[in-house]
């Protein structure tokens, strides 16, 4: 009988797919190190990681914030600026935001990207405390504790009370945080802040990084927010009694302070960290203002963007102190010309009705690429 090479075929087949099923289904299979990417027990080894790690903090977490809730909830709701590009602007406007609106929902949401962002990182630290550096230590849960204060200071002055989240937290065991009064609040940032105070150096290791001047200023700040007034005083004066220390003073010039050239200046106590330009294609790390405010069909970007959603109120405009020279590098008016922008044409000059309120935001405007090489294209 001759032997069916279908069926053995068949046969070993099935045999060769039990095997291989046996195997794959082992428990050891699943127990394997993942080679193409870091994990928690691989990561936070040494300051480079450290330093890479506590370096997202300074953008992704805030993009939401950054886009258009900042601007929304700060020169529009106060009636500096005017937002009518959609309805979730336009509540900003009218101050009838209700609960469902977008950017309040973005804006809480990254809040507290940030608030999780430097939780993870506090505990991951920690976790390898005794094979890193003690001061790599001390600075990286400095930067987390000033980070997740300003997180905090943003939500309670504009949510309110809130949940205080920390680094303690076990959400499979309790996923549901109440909210806290806002006094304590307000506790919790200034513990968070004095923990900065001492864990940062006094003056930051890497250009953009937070230090202890940075922790001194924002305390100054949560205090006359408190209007605890004798407390905000003694603290800003440790820093404007010790310039030579801290290294904060002011700009010869206003208009300096808007250059892409000078970021992270003497007069930057805090600053987000964005770039323009992202190799790897990464979405959130871009400073996306300038899109917003520039005025629209201008070209000023050097892309698509350029909306003029944002623009100086009528109000604002009329309160203006005629020949301050902070106007023009605030905003911009009929035939205000700006040799900064659109340079390989020989600047710009600001054309009469582009806008509803007949001006646009010039000071978060800073060109395109090009206009900004010097910078190697950070906004």
Same mark, same amino acid.
């Given at each position: 009988?001759?032997?069916?090479?279908?069926?053995?075929?068949?046969?070993?087949?099935?045999?060769?797919?039990?095997?291989?099923?046996?195997?794959?289904?082992?428990?050891?299979?699943?127990?394997?190190?993942?080679?193409?990417?870091?994990?928690?027990?691989?990561?936070?080894?040494?300051?480079?990681?450290?330093?890479?790690?506590?370096?997202?903090?300074?953008?992704?977490?805030?993009?939401?914030?950054?886009?258009?809730?900042?601007?929304?909830?700060?020169?529009?709701?106060?009636?500096?600026?005017?937002?009518?590009?959609?309805?979730?602007?336009?509540?900003?406007?009218?101050?009838?935001?209700?609960?469902?609106?977008?950017?309040?929902?973005?804006?809480? %949401?990254?809040?507290?990207?940030?608030?999780?962002? &430097?939780? *993870?990182?506090?505990?991951? $630290?920690? #976790?390898?405390? !005794? /094979?890193?550096?003690?001061?790599?230590?001390?600075? %990286?849960?400095?930067?987390?504790?000033?980070?997740? &204060?300003? *997180?905090?200071?943003?939500? $309670?002055? #504009?949510?309110? !009370? /809130?949940?205080?989240?920390?680094?303690?937290?076990?959400?499979?065991?309790?996923?549901?945080?109440?909210?806290?009064?806002?006094?304590?609040?307000?506790?919790?940032?200034?513990?968070?802040?004095?923990?900065?105070?001492?864990?940062?150096?006094?003056?930051?290791?890497?250009?953009?990084?937070?230090?202890?001047?940075?922790?001194?200023?924002?305390?100054?700040?949560?205090?006359?927010?408190?209007?605890?007034?004798?407390?905000?005083?003694?603290?800003?004066?440790?820093?404007?009694?010790?310039?030579?220390?801290?290294?904060?003073?002011?700009?010869?010039?206003?208009?300096?302070?808007?250059?892409?050239?000078?970021?992270?200046?003497?007069?930057?106590?805090?600053?987000?960290?964005?770039?323009?330009?992202?190799?790897?294609?990464?979405?959130?790390?871009?400073?996306?203002?300038?899109?917003?405010?520039?005025?629209?069909?201008?070209?000023?970007?050097?892309?698509?963007?350029?909306?003029?959603?944002?623009?100086?109120?009528?109000?604002?405009?009329?309160?203006?102190?005629?020949?301050?020279?902070?106007?023009?590098?605030?905003?911009?008016?009929?035939?205000?010309?700006?040799?900064?922008?659109?340079?390989?044409?020989?600047?710009?000059?600001?054309?009469?009705?582009?806008?509803?309120?007949?001006?646009?935001?010039?000071?978060?405007?800073?060109?395109?690429?090009?206009?900004?090489?010097?910078?190697?294209?950070?906004?």
């Amino acid at each position: 009988m001759k032997p069916n090479f279908k069926n053995i075929t068949r046969a070993c087949g099935v045999v060769l797919a039990v095997s291989v099923f046996g195997t794959a289904c082992k428990k050891s299979f699943f127990d394997g190190t993942p080679k193409g990417q870091y994990t928690t027990e691989t990561f936070f080894k040494t300051p480079a990681e450290v330093q890479a790690a506590t370096a997202t903090m300074y953008n992704a977490p805030w993009f939401n914030f950054n886009c258009t809730y900042s601007m929304s909830i700060g020169d529009v709701y106060s009636g500096n600026s005017t937002g009518d590009a959609n309805t979730a602007m336009t509540q900003f406007q009218n101050m009838n935001v209700t609960q469902s609106n977008e950017y309040l929902a973005k804006g809480w %949401a990254a809040l507290y990207a940030v608030v999780g962002q &430097a939780n *993870a990182i506090i505990n991951n $630290v920690n #976790n390898n405390a !005794a /094979v890193l550096p003690d001061s790599t230590v001390k600075t %990286a849960l400095g930067e987390c504790h000033f980070m997740r &204060a300003a *997180a905090y200071f943003y939500l $309670v002055r #504009n949510y309110g !009370a /809130v949940p205080i989240v920390t680094e303690a937290n076990n959400y499979l065991q309790n996923y549901q945080i109440p909210r806290h009064l806002v006094a304590d609040v307000y506790k919790f940032i200034i513990s968070d802040l004095q923990a900065a105070e001492t864990q940062l150096p006094v003056r930051s290791n890497a250009k953009g990084r937070v230090s202890r001047g940075a922790a001194k200023a924002m305390l100054a700040k949560v205090y006359l927010t408190m209007d605890d007034f004798a407390k905000a005083k003694a603290k800003a004066w440790e820093l404007i009694s010790n310039e030579s220390t801290y290294g904060y003073g002011l700009v010869e010039k206003f208009e300096d302070l808007f250059y892409t050239r000078n970021n992270n200046n003497k007069e930057s106590i805090f600053a987000l960290q964005w770039v323009a330009s992202n190799a790897d294609g990464a979405y959130g790390t871009g400073n996306v203002t300038q899109a917003y405010c520039a005025p629209y069909g201008q070209e000023l970007t050097g892309s698509t963007d350029g909306w003029g959603s944002f623009k100086p109120s009528i109000d604002l405009q009329r309160d203006s102190i005629a020949g301050d020279a902070r106007r023009k590098v605030t905003y911009m008016r009929a035939n205000d010309y700006y040799p900064e922008l659109l340079t390989a044409k020989g600047g710009y000059t600001y054309p009469s009705c582009k806008s509803k309120t007949g001006a646009n935001v010039k000071k978060y405007v800073v060109g395109n690429y090009e206009d900004n090489a010097a910078t190697g294209g950070r906004l």
